[in-house]
């Protein structure tokens, strides 16, 4: 699986430790930065990670800054998007499920490193149910065309 994930300075330690651990348990991921703790605007680093992503360049991708809050919002705004702003393991599982969420999104001021780690590992390894969900999923396809952005 093709991972891409990215942070603004405020997410910078967590993406660090995830990208490590990501990729010591295998998983092709690409780092779009940011690479240090200097300022950086957190939509900006949403937007790239999130259009490729969207491209099928990646299948999923992980985004964090301070809250996870700034980050997915600006992610959400891509067509195709749907980020999930994840701080427990059963919301992670559940977004894989029932959202077929592509973009997992979580705090470093919030989440511990640990806890941000076994969250990660449960989203990466849960499928979609398909189903019921994917009328609900479809339909928010539908409000993106609504706004002409599908
Ligand atoms: C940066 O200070 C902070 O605002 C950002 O990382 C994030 O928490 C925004 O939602």
Known sequence: MKIAIGSDHGGFVLKSEILKHIQSKGYDVKDFGSYSVESVDYPDVAHEVSEAVAKGDYERGILICGTGIGISIAANKIPGIRAALCGDCFSAKASREHNNANILAMGERVIGVELA??????????????????????????????????
């Not at 590992?121 to 002409?148: M, P, Q």
């Open 117 to 150: 780690k076994m969250i990660t590992d449960i989203w990466l390894a849960t499928e979609f149910e398909g189903g019921r969900h994917s009328r609900r999923v479809d339909k928010i396809g539908d409000i993106e065309c609504r706004y002409n952005r599908g």
